[in-house]
């Protein structure tokens, strides 16, 4: 005796639907992760004086087809000459650095390689 069983296309159809979302939740929650992380430092390593650069720090993730994308930075128009290395300042704060973003990143390389590979894992 057999029945016959309907909607198999649509079951897969929406499974597929589902995965897809899933994978794209967790690349973006990665991406946010990473980001949160290396802002975070930077931060710590962004000059102060008025407020008005360290206050100016944005984050925003752009998904074009497959690809996703993460930005992080400054609104501040003069951001750009205080992150230059070869522009001379004294700073006040003691943790202020040149080239404080990049800084940020690259000391949190591990730290931001280990949560993305713990957000992504399955």
Known sequence: MGAKVRG??????NLDRI???VQGRKVVRALQSA????SS?????TPIDTSTL?????REITANGFRVTGRVGYTASYAV?????EVKQNFRRSTAQKEFL???FEDTRSLIDAVVKKELKL
Do not use: T
């Not at 980001?35 to 290396?38: A, E, P, Q, R, T």
């Open 8 to 13: 198999i296309r649509e079951a897969k159809a």
């Open 19 to 21: 995965i897809k979302g």
């Open 35 to 38: 980001m949160l992380i290396g």
């Open 41 to 45: 430092q930077a931060a710590l390593y």
């Open 54 to 58: 360290i206050n100016s720090q944005f």
């Open 81 to 85: 000459f205080v992150h230059d290395p």
């Open 102 to 104: 990049k800084k940020g």
